[in-house]
């Protein structure tokens, strides 16, 4: 794989200019204002960013083969899908000013955490860019219990990271960097878990340094690479993984917890089919909630690029 079709290499879709009038125009007028500001933005990345809307385009057609929910594929459509995007980012402000609260969200599963958090152990949460994972702020706020730490490539939103300190708007969830996950991070990372705490690892962008360590599976119709870590960190830490669903719903956000893994030891010779049953197992509950929000789908690159189905961990559907 060409490093500069990885993800992480794409340069980031907005500029100062843009984000800056976005944060502005919320902490002036709130959510009403940014919105009126929004679409002259939106426009403008729509109108000046082929790739973008090439690559909505794409992702959007692929969904239409599952679901007959979906309106005919057009620009209009494309644009709707960023405008998601968009209305998102205010969300997010929203969300670390403390103007969205645990009152604006319908939990579903809690159940799987306080089955942990009875038993004074955490566990390892796969999330994904479907949706606006940031409105768990309100539920790390809300709950006391429920501590949370995510692992995140920040580099790749500098910009956004810039302006949000410039303005002393800040997640109450901790960051940790993981372009390179060393043994000071893991051995902090054992340590959150023996506190009962979570750690969060986006399950659908391949990592930084080690796009290869992936498992291919069927993602709507034709292999998709997905990254292992979530898996083996799970397994290393003997945690159950659990799967995370954000999505905006109408006027309120519906979180969803299932269980992918249960934990425990895994033997060496179990891990490679561990590790491929449970990206199939992510994978097909992906697509369904995919199906079911598929304007909010916020991976705008070329999601099957580089899938090739002669992988030898590719995983195909049973027939």
């Not at 644009?79 to 969205?100: E, M, N, T, Y």
């Not at 709507?220 to 669903?245: E, H, K, M, T, W």
Request: proline share 4%; aromatic share 14%; charged share 25%.
């Amino acid at each position: 794989m060409n490093p500069l079709q990885h993800w992480a290499f794409i340069k980031e879709t907005g500029t100062l200019i843009g984000m800056r009038i976005m944060i502005y125009a919320y902490l002036l007028g709130g959510s009403s204002l940014s919105r009126i500001f929004l679409f002259p933005v939106i426009f403008f990345y729509f109108l000046f960013k082929p790739d973008l809307r090439k690559n909505s385009r794409g992702y959007l057609k692929r969904i239409r083969k599952k679901t007959e929910d979906l309106p005919k594929i057009n620009l209009l459509l494309s644009f709707s899908h960023l405008w998601q995007f968009g209305a998102s980012l205010i969300d997010k402000f929203a969300v670390w000013r403390g103007d969205i609260k645990l009152d604006h969200v319908n939990i579903h599963g809690y159940e799987y955490i306080n089955e942990l958090l009875s038993n004074k152990k955490g566990g390892v949460i796969a999330i994904t860019h479907l949706g606006n994972f940031e409105v768990c702020s309100a539920l790390s706020q809300s709950r006391q219990e429920f501590r949370l730490t995510v692992l995140q490539h920040t580099k790749h939103a500098e910009k956004f990271n810039f302006l949000l300190n410039k303005y002393k708007i800040k997640s109450i969830m901790e960051v940790l960097e993981v372009t390179d996950i060393g043994p000071q991070t893991a051995m902090k990372l054992s340590e959150k878990i023996g506190r009962g705490e979570f750690i969060a690892i986006a399950a659908d962008r391949l990592p930084v340094n080690n796009p290869e360590a992936s498992v291919t599976c069927n993602f709507f119709n034709q292999p998709a690479d997905f990254p292992s870590g979530p898996y083996v960190l799970a397994n290393i830490l003997r945690v159950p993984l659990l799967l995370l669903i954000c999505v905006k719903h109408k006027k309120q956000y519906r979180i969803y917890f299932e269980k992918i893994t249960d934990g425990g030891k895994i033997s060496k010779d179990e891990r490679i089919d561990f590790t491929n049953k449970a990206v199939k197992v992510f994978a097909e509950r992906l697509e369904d909630y995919t199906c079911r929000y598929p304007l909010q789908w916020f991976n705008f690159f070329n999601f099957w690029k580089k899938t090739n189905s002669s992988n030898k961990n590719f995983i195909e559907d049973e027939i």
